[in-house]
């Protein structure tokens, strides 16, 4: 094997990789809203995705034109990173067909994926990731649309390893607000804030469930907001607990101060991206067999570990050095 082979041949050969996508998901439901964060992501770079939201962005009675409004401003030259998805409307809504006969022939080729929110079983999932494949196959759209799944009612948590498993799937996302609404006053209000949010053993457990649920199957796990708007602090903070203590790799922001929070919080530590350069150029350098490194062994496990702590450094915008740039990443 020549020292030249790049990580993603290497380590992954016939194994489908690790979708390495930002760690922050920011939702815009207006057209004010998604020009103003795409102008933002022109601005800071492209280290964040926009959700621009078909469900509860679209007035009642007004579902075709916001429909319209979404696939044009994502088909628009404002999108120039083309990192804008979608969520539409939900299994038991009359529209959520609409939405994708609208959505998928005009933006198909461009979407960054495609959000199911409230479903309550696996199977309502799969019918709805079918209907949106043949849409696409019928559009001459080739590319698999990544499909992102909101797990927020009792019924999506019980079947979350079913629905990980559904195809296309690149993200879960956790739905708080409406899963605690679903315990029908069980779990407190003040749950919906932190500590609470982390600490009640029911909400705790739902998270931990479909992070190890995302995970196994080789898909992102997407945390809910930080309800506090005007407190970026507090937004890193849940942040930093969701990476840390459950797992999460992604986040959502519904302000524009909790971008830079979330994306803050969740960016590798410059001491790991330090190992990760020194273990993956030794690796390269010695055609991907067994290494030291500081008086430790590494081999494939841990340059899994290590390239993909790497290609999130690289996703979140953080300076690396040029000659690591062109090796791995031009």
């Given amino acids: 094997m020549s020292q030249t082979v790049h990580p993603n041949d290497a380590l992954f050969e016939g194994e489908k990789p690790f979708p390495v996508i930002p760690s922050c998901e920011h939702f815009a439901g207006s057209e004010k809203l ?25 007035a009642s009675g ?25 969520r539409i409307h939900d299994y038991s809504h009359p529209d959520w067909k609409q939405d994708v006969d609208i959505l998928v022939p005009k933006i198909g080729e461009r979407v960054a994926y495609i959000t199911i929110p409230k479903a309550t079983e696996a199977s309502q999932v799969a019918e709805m990731v079918d209907y949106i494949q043949q849409v696409a196959k019928k559009s001459g759209i080739e590319r698999e649309i990544p499909i992102h799944v ?9 079947e ?15 739905g708080m607000m409406d899963f605690v609404s679903a315990h029908q006053g069980a779990i407190p209000a003040s749950a919906m804030r932190s500590p609470g949010q982390f600490d009640h053993p029911i909400l705790a457990r739902a998270k931990a469930e479909m992070t190890a649920a995302a995970l196994a199957n080789g898909i992102v796990p997407a945390h809910n907001v930080t309800l506090d708007l005007k407190n ?5 903070k849940d942040a930093e607990r969701a990476r840390n203590e459950f797992g999460f790799l992604r986040m959502w922001s519904i302000y524009p101060t909790q971008i830079n929070a979330i994306i803050d919080a969740m960016k590798p ?7 990760a350069i020194g273990i993956l150029t030794a690796a390269q350098d010695s ?5 030291q490194f500081k008086g430790e062994l ?17 996703v979140m915008g953080q300076t690396l050095p040029d000659d690591v740039r062109q090796r791995f990443f031009e």
Avoid at 232 to 236: A, D, I, K, L, V
Avoid at 302 to 309: D, S
């Fill in 34 to 58: 998604i020009r103003k964060a795409m102008s933002l992501q022109e601005k800071i770079g492209p280290v964040f995705d926009i959700t621009c939201d078909c469900e509860d962005g679209a």
């Fill in 232 to 236: 970026p602090y507090q937004t890193y």
């Fill in 150 to 158: 909101l797990i927020e009612t009792h019924g999506a948590l019980k």
């Fill in 298 to 314: 590494h081999d494939r496990a841990t340059y899994r570990y290590y390239w993909q702590l790497l290609q999130r450094a690289h």
């Fill in 62 to 86: 007004k579902e075709v034109e916001h429909a319209e409004m979404v696939a044009a401003v994502i088909g628009s030259d404002d999108n120039k990173h083309n990192m804008a998805g979608v």
């Fill in 160 to 174: 979350v390893w079913d629905i990980a498993k559904v195809p296309w799937l690149q993200v879960l996302d956790f």
């Fill in 287 to 291: 055609e991907w067999g067994p290494i």
């Fill in 269 to 275: 530590d410059y001491s790991e991206i330090e190992d």
